[in-house]
T-cell receptor, first 114, second 112 residues
Framework: NAGVTQTPKFQVLKTGQSMTLQCAQD?????MSWYRQDPGMGLRLIHY???????DQGEVPNGYNVSRSTTEDFPLRLLSAAPSQTSVYFC?????????????FGQGTRLTVV | QKEVEQDPGPLSVPEGAIVSLNCTYS??????FMWYRQYSRKGPELLMY????GNKEDGRFTAQVDKSSKYISLFIRDSQPSDSATYLC????????????FGPGTSLSVIP
Protein backbone atom coordinates (compact mmCIF):
# COMPACT_ATOMS: atom_id res chain seq x y z
CA ASN A 1 0.00 0.00 0.00
CA ALA A 2 1.84 3.10 -1.25
CA GLY A 3 -0.36 5.73 0.49
CA VAL A 4 0.42 9.21 -0.88
CA THR A 5 3.17 9.43 -3.48
CA GLN A 6 4.77 12.71 -4.54
CA THR A 7 7.16 13.28 -7.41
CA PRO A 8 9.73 14.66 -7.81
CA LYS A 9 11.43 14.65 -4.40
CA PHE A 10 13.76 17.51 -5.32
CA GLN A 11 13.61 20.19 -7.99
CA VAL A 12 15.55 23.32 -8.89
CA LEU A 13 13.84 25.84 -11.16
CA LYS A 14 14.88 29.12 -12.68
CA THR A 15 12.70 32.16 -12.10
CA GLY A 16 9.89 32.23 -14.63
CA GLN A 17 9.90 28.52 -15.40
CA SER A 18 6.78 26.44 -14.93
CA MET A 19 6.43 22.93 -13.59
CA THR A 20 3.96 20.42 -12.20
CA LEU A 21 4.31 18.63 -8.88
CA GLN A 22 2.63 15.26 -9.00
CA CYS A 23 0.57 13.67 -6.21
CA ALA A 24 -1.19 10.33 -6.26
CA GLN A 25 -3.01 8.37 -3.54
CA ASP A 26 -4.28 4.80 -3.56
CA UNK A 27 -6.63 4.97 -0.55
CA UNK A 28 -9.71 6.15 -2.47
CA UNK A 29 -9.80 9.33 -0.39
CA UNK A 30 -12.19 12.06 -1.48
CA UNK A 31 -10.19 14.90 0.06
CA MET A 32 -6.77 15.92 -1.25
CA SER A 33 -4.74 19.02 -0.55
CA TRP A 34 -1.44 20.79 -1.10
CA TYR A 35 0.56 22.57 1.60
CA ARG A 36 3.80 24.46 1.64
CA GLN A 37 6.05 24.35 4.70
CA ASP A 38 8.45 27.19 5.43
CA PRO A 39 10.64 27.66 8.52
CA GLY A 40 8.69 29.18 11.40
CA MET A 41 5.45 29.30 9.39
CA GLY A 42 3.89 25.90 9.81
CA LEU A 43 2.04 24.13 7.05
CA ARG A 44 0.00 26.53 4.93
CA LEU A 45 -2.83 25.31 2.72
CA ILE A 46 -2.47 26.17 -0.97
CA HIS A 47 -5.39 24.40 -2.67
CA TYR A 48 -7.67 21.53 -1.81
CA UNK A 49 -10.23 19.26 -3.43
CA UNK A 50 -13.21 17.35 -2.03
CA UNK A 51 -13.62 15.15 -5.09
CA UNK A 52 -12.96 14.78 -8.80
CA UNK A 53 -13.83 17.99 -10.64
CA UNK A 54 -14.01 20.09 -7.45
CA UNK A 55 -11.19 22.33 -6.24
CA ASP A 56 -10.96 25.34 -3.95
CA GLN A 57 -8.38 27.83 -2.73
CA GLY A 58 -6.64 27.66 0.59
CA GLU A 59 -4.68 30.28 2.48
CA VAL A 60 -1.90 30.90 -0.07
CA PRO A 61 -3.19 30.06 -3.60
CA ASN A 62 -1.50 32.80 -5.65
CA GLY A 63 0.92 31.51 -8.27
CA TYR A 64 -0.44 27.95 -8.16
CA ASN A 65 -3.07 26.05 -10.12
CA VAL A 66 -4.64 22.67 -9.47
CA SER A 67 -7.06 20.30 -11.15
CA ARG A 68 -8.67 17.02 -10.08
CA SER A 69 -9.70 14.86 -12.99
CA THR A 70 -9.55 11.56 -11.06
CA THR A 71 -9.95 10.53 -7.42
CA GLU A 72 -6.33 9.35 -7.31
CA ASP A 73 -4.39 12.32 -8.72
CA PHE A 74 -4.06 15.95 -7.66
CA PRO A 75 -1.24 17.78 -9.49
CA LEU A 76 -0.03 21.23 -8.45
CA ARG A 77 1.17 23.57 -11.19
CA LEU A 78 3.52 26.49 -10.69
CA LEU A 79 2.73 28.90 -13.48
CA SER A 80 5.82 31.15 -13.40
CA ALA A 81 8.19 30.22 -10.59
CA ALA A 82 9.44 32.93 -8.23
CA PRO A 83 12.12 32.74 -5.50
CA SER A 84 9.32 33.23 -2.93
CA GLN A 85 8.01 29.81 -3.94
CA THR A 86 11.15 28.12 -2.64
CA SER A 87 9.71 25.75 -0.05
CA VAL A 88 8.89 22.17 0.82
CA TYR A 89 5.57 21.09 -0.66
CA PHE A 90 3.40 18.37 0.84
CA CYS A 91 0.39 16.65 -0.62
CA UNK A 92 -2.12 15.11 1.78
CA UNK A 93 -5.30 13.06 1.53
CA UNK A 94 -8.05 12.04 3.91
CA UNK A 95 -11.52 10.54 3.83
CA UNK A 96 -14.63 12.69 4.21
CA UNK A 97 -17.56 11.83 6.41
CA UNK A 98 -17.74 9.43 9.31
CA UNK A 99 -15.35 9.93 12.20
CA UNK A 100 -12.84 12.76 11.73
CA UNK A 101 -9.59 11.02 11.06
CA UNK A 102 -6.02 11.22 9.94
CA UNK A 103 -4.67 13.11 6.96
CA UNK A 104 -1.98 11.10 5.19
CA PHE A 105 0.95 13.10 3.88
CA GLY A 106 3.42 12.37 1.12
CA GLN A 107 7.17 12.56 1.63
CA GLY A 108 7.38 16.09 0.27
CA THR A 109 8.94 17.88 -2.70
CA ARG A 110 11.83 20.24 -1.94
CA LEU A 111 11.68 23.06 -4.48
CA THR A 112 14.34 25.72 -4.95
CA VAL A 113 13.74 28.64 -7.31
CA VAL A 114 16.88 30.52 -8.31
CA GLN B 1 -0.68 37.50 16.94
CA LYS B 2 -0.42 34.19 15.10
CA GLU B 3 -3.44 31.95 15.41
CA VAL B 4 -1.37 29.00 16.70
CA GLU B 5 2.01 29.38 18.38
CA GLN B 6 4.66 26.93 19.51
CA ASP B 7 8.15 27.37 20.89
CA PRO B 8 10.34 26.25 17.97
CA GLY B 9 13.03 24.76 20.23
CA PRO B 10 15.16 22.81 19.73
CA LEU B 11 14.35 21.01 22.95
CA SER B 12 17.04 18.55 23.96
CA VAL B 13 16.39 15.97 26.72
CA PRO B 14 18.11 12.79 27.96
CA GLU B 15 16.56 9.43 27.20
CA GLY B 16 13.92 8.47 29.77
CA ALA B 17 12.95 12.06 30.58
CA ILE B 18 9.37 13.33 30.66
CA VAL B 19 8.84 15.83 27.86
CA SER B 20 6.25 18.59 27.81
CA LEU B 21 5.44 20.22 24.48
CA ASN B 22 3.12 23.19 24.48
CA CYS B 23 0.96 25.14 22.08
CA THR B 24 -1.15 28.27 22.53
CA TYR B 25 -3.94 29.49 20.27
CA SER B 26 -6.11 32.55 19.90
CA UNK B 27 -9.34 31.25 18.33
CA UNK B 28 -11.76 30.23 21.08
CA UNK B 29 -13.89 28.40 18.49
CA UNK B 30 -11.35 25.58 18.07
CA UNK B 31 -12.97 22.30 19.08
CA UNK B 32 -10.74 19.57 17.64
CA PHE B 33 -7.09 19.33 18.59
CA MET B 34 -4.48 17.18 16.91
CA TRP B 35 -0.78 16.53 17.35
CA TYR B 36 1.23 15.54 14.31
CA ARG B 37 4.79 14.18 14.46
CA GLN B 38 7.21 14.93 11.64
CA TYR B 39 10.53 13.17 11.29
CA SER B 40 13.31 14.94 9.43
CA ARG B 41 12.67 15.08 5.68
CA LYS B 42 9.39 13.18 6.01
CA GLY B 43 5.73 14.13 5.88
CA PRO B 44 3.78 14.68 9.13
CA GLU B 45 1.84 11.77 10.64
CA LEU B 46 -1.02 11.91 13.13
CA LEU B 47 0.03 11.14 16.69
CA MET B 48 -3.04 12.01 18.74
CA TYR B 49 -6.44 13.64 18.37
CA UNK B 50 -8.75 15.01 21.06
CA UNK B 51 -12.10 16.71 20.98
CA UNK B 52 -12.86 19.67 23.26
CA UNK B 53 -11.21 19.90 26.69
CA GLY B 54 -9.63 17.27 28.86
CA ASN B 55 -6.94 14.63 28.66
CA LYS B 56 -6.33 11.71 26.35
CA GLU B 57 -3.71 9.05 26.90
CA ASP B 58 -2.19 6.70 24.33
CA GLY B 59 0.72 4.64 25.57
CA ARG B 60 3.56 6.98 26.53
CA PHE B 61 1.75 10.00 25.11
CA THR B 62 -0.83 12.21 26.84
CA ALA B 63 -2.59 15.13 25.18
CA GLN B 64 -4.15 17.80 27.36
CA VAL B 65 -6.45 20.62 26.27
CA ASP B 66 -7.32 23.61 28.45
CA LYS B 67 -9.81 25.65 26.46
CA SER B 68 -10.19 28.27 29.19
CA SER B 69 -6.50 29.14 28.80
CA LYS B 70 -6.33 28.31 25.07
CA TYR B 71 -3.43 26.01 25.89
CA ILE B 72 -2.61 22.56 24.47
CA SER B 73 0.05 20.22 25.84
CA LEU B 74 1.59 16.95 24.74
CA PHE B 75 3.43 14.91 27.36
CA ILE B 76 5.83 12.12 26.48
CA ARG B 77 6.82 9.72 29.25
CA ASP B 78 10.00 7.63 29.18
CA SER B 79 11.20 9.48 26.09
CA GLN B 80 13.15 7.49 23.52
CA PRO B 81 15.64 8.53 20.82
CA SER B 82 12.98 7.48 18.30
CA ASP B 83 10.82 10.33 19.65
CA SER B 84 13.29 12.83 18.16
CA ALA B 85 11.15 14.74 15.67
CA THR B 86 9.22 17.97 15.21
CA TYR B 87 5.80 18.06 16.86
CA LEU B 88 3.04 20.13 15.25
CA CYS B 89 -0.12 21.07 17.07
CA UNK B 90 -3.10 21.39 14.75
CA UNK B 91 -6.44 22.68 16.02
CA UNK B 92 -9.58 23.19 13.98
CA UNK B 93 -13.02 24.70 14.42
CA UNK B 94 -14.77 21.84 12.63
CA UNK B 95 -13.76 18.36 11.48
CA UNK B 96 -12.53 19.38 8.03
CA UNK B 97 -8.92 19.57 6.98
CA UNK B 98 -9.42 22.76 4.98
CA UNK B 99 -9.97 24.45 8.36
CA UNK B 100 -7.05 22.89 10.26
CA UNK B 101 -4.40 25.38 11.35
CA PHE B 102 -0.97 23.82 11.76
CA GLY B 103 1.41 25.33 14.29
CA PRO B 104 5.06 25.91 13.29
CA GLY B 105 6.22 22.95 15.37
CA THR B 106 8.63 22.25 18.22
CA SER B 107 11.81 20.34 17.45
CA LEU B 108 12.64 17.64 20.02
CA SER B 109 15.91 15.76 20.36
CA VAL B 110 16.16 12.82 22.80
CA ILE B 111 19.78 12.06 23.59
CA PRO B 112 20.72 8.39 24.33
Amino acid sequence: NAGVTQTPKFQVLKTGQSMTLQCAQDMNHEYMSWYRQDPGMGLRLIHYSVGAGITDQGEVPNGYNVSRSTTEDFPLRLLSAAPSQTSVYFCASSSIGGTFGEAFFGQGTRLTVV
Amino acid sequence: QKEVEQDPGPLSVPEGAIVSLNCTYSNSAFQYFMWYRQYSRKGPELLMYTYSSGNKEDGRFTAQVDKSSKYISLFIRDSQPSDSATYLCAPTVRPSYDKVIFGPGTSLSVIP
